[in-house]
């Protein structure tokens, strides 16, 4: 069983990220984006499981919550981080994202 512990970091007010915005943080130096989906608040790591490409940097869509990567065109749902088409065939990380006082927050 695991033991490792959860840390929760602030994002931005929730009143800077609207829905169709997204925002990419950074946390122990790994890049996290962070998507205002038409009222979800969903959060991948934001690199690409294919060759690594800077995943949140793609063209997004906010009704069908999937991010494109830019460098070889994967499709990622940001619900579960699963790639809807090649040539990626890996998940990336999903993060839990919570308003806690009017403040976005990651769980990581
Ligand atoms: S690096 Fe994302 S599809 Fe290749």
Do not use: Y
Request: hydrophobic residues 30%; charged residues 30%; glycine residues 6%.
């Amino acid at each position: 069983m695991s033991t490792e512990e959860k840390t929760s970091i602030p994002v931005c007010p929730a009143s800077e990220l609207s829905r169709g915005e997204r925002r990419i943080i950074e946390h122990e130096g790994e890049p996290i984006a962070v998507f205002n989906c038409d009222g979800d608040l969903l959060a991948i790591e934001d690199r690409c499981s294919h060759d690594d490409g800077p995943l949140a940097e793609g063209n997004w869509n906010p009704e069908e919550c999937t991010v494109e990567c830019p460098r070889h065109g994967s499709i990622f749902d940001l619900h579960t981080g699963r790639p809807k088409t090649l040539p990626a065939f890996q998940p990336v990380r999903t993060f839990t994202v919570e308003i806690i006082d009017d403040t976005i927050t990651l769980e990581v």
